[in-house]
Nanobody, 127 residues
Framework: QVQLVESGGGLVQPGGSLRLSCAAS????????IGWFRQAPGKEREAVSC????????YYADSVQGRFTISRDYDKNTVYLQMNSLNPEDTAVYYC????????????????????WGMGIQVTVSS
């Protein structure tokens, strides 16, 4: 069974850090582009950070540039999102997604470009 499972979310104070993990089971993340998306109440799901299937290309939303870092561990079949200097505007449900149709350095950034999705995990930034 193909699954993506997010972990590492929770409640953190402004200025704090969290590292989200996205573990794949039932398939290998090799050759998949991976995206981290988030959705706040009343807002559309938006791409936060994405990485191409060959890791040569990355994307960061302007709002997280310089604060978030996406990375991949092939041995653990897991992708991470390191989030630093968190602020209340980062509060949302975070989803990871995998897309197999995008070889090379192309970085898909829209939800329709990904076929596998995790269930999401809550991140709350509050004092």
């Amino acid at each position: 069974q193909v699954q993506l499972v997010e972990s590492g979310g929770g409640l953190v104070q402004p200025g704090g850090s969290l590292r989200l993990s996205c573990a794949a089971s039932g398939f290998s993340l090799n050759w998949y582009a991976i995206g981290w998306f988030r959705q706040a109440p009343g807002k559309e799901r938006e791409a936060v950070s994405c990485i191409s299937s060959n890791d040569a290309g990355t994307y960061y939303a302007d709002s997280v540039q310089g604060r978030f870092t996406i990375s991949r561990d092939y041995d653990k079949n897991t992708v991470y999102l390191q989030m630093n200097s968190l602020n209340p505007e980062d509060t949302a449900v975070y989803y990871c997604a995998a897309g197999s149709s995008w070889p090379g350095a192309y970085v898909p950034k829209t939800t329709s470009e990904y076929e596998y999705w995790g269930m999401g995990i809550q991140v709350t930034v509050s004092s």
